[in-house]
């Protein structure tokens, strides 16, 4: 085992966006702020939705003007449509990121669509990225279970991947959204598709409602995955999955990995007053 592994920061995404409490503009440029200076390569800061849909992330553009950006930090942006596209480049987005679904069910509840119809509305937006000189990453979600079909296949994760890859994404990040997917499941789901696409181009995104994402990312170490999404103070969920609880917490995995003599290059007591001040966000008064 190599020892070392990186942490990909989505909690100013990922992570707030399922917040209840609408979470002030100069609370988010102080979480990002902060997180710049902790050692992450990359921190998912925005996302270019509907504001209808989320409402949460209505300021994206704004988040990514205020703040203060760090050298050598690339700032991460969700895109899922051209126009959504357009205003992350318009931003100064350091790269997009766009999803799809490895389950129907979740895919027509989430995108209102099937995992085709998600490929077809995606191809124009990853062929202008590619024209504009974006790096693009993937999001695969329900890699193991889908809170409407139940398991999900192996085989289908791996085609999915595949397909994502041939879009042009440089990283596909896995998601197990419900955050109930058994070890031994995910083991099955990433030998599918590590025999598709390599390890070095996959990334590891648990969610922690069984309190088993860390066994998870023991499984993906042994499968070769050297990447790992993370939020500080566990922040996140998913809208779509009734009852998952958010992102393993990046203090936690943080400390789990130096505890195996793995290197991340996080300051571990930035990080753990990121996870503070998150923590903070979510229990202040509305």
């Known amino acids: 085992m190599t020892d070392r592994v990186e942490i990909v920061e989505v909690g100013p995404r990922d992570g707030l966006q399922n917040e209840t409490r609408l979470i002030p503009l100069a609370e988010k440029i102080a979480l990002v702020d902060l997180l710049g200076t902790a050692g992450f390569r990359r921190i998912e800061v925005a996302s270019f939705v509907s504001p209808r849909w989320v409402p949460q992330m209505a300021d994206s553009a704004q988040v990514l003007a205020g703040i203060a ?19 992350a480049l318009a931003a100064g987005a350091g790269e997009g990121a766009i999803f799809v679904s490895a389950s129907e069910g979740f895919s027509r509840a989430n995108l209102n669509c099937s995992i085709d119809e998600s490929f077809d509305r995606l191809a124009p937006v990853a062929a202008e990225a590619r024209a504009a000189g974006l790096p693009l990453r993937g999001y695969v979600s329900c890699v193991t ?10 085989a289908a994760v791996a085609a999915v991947v595949a397909r994502l890859r041939a879009l042009g994404v440089y990283e596909v990040s896995l998601g197990e959204t419900t955050g109930r997917g058994l070890p031994e499941r995910v083991g099955q789901m990433l030998a599918a598709v590590t025999s598709e696409v390599p390890a070095a181009a996959l990334a590891g995104h648990f969610h922690d409602t069984s309190g088993r994402a860390l066994e998870n990312v023991a499984v993906a170490l042994e499968q070769g995955l050297r990447v790992f999404d993370a939020a500080v103070g566990g922040l996140g969920g998913c809208p779509y999955a ?23 290059g996080l300051d571990a007591d930035v990080v753990a007053r990121a996870a503070a001040m998150a923590q903070s966000m979510r229990h202040a008064p509305a």
């Open 69 to 87: 950006r760090a050298p050598g930090v690339s700032y991460m942006a969700l895109v899922p449509n051209l126009r959504g596209l357009e205003r």
């Open 145 to 154: 279970d889908c809170p409407y079909d139940g398991p999900v296949a192996p």
């Open 242 to 264: 009734p009852g998952a609880k958010g992102n393993v917490a990046t203090e936690r995995l943080l400390g789990w990995l130096t505890g195996q003599g793995i290197e991340t």
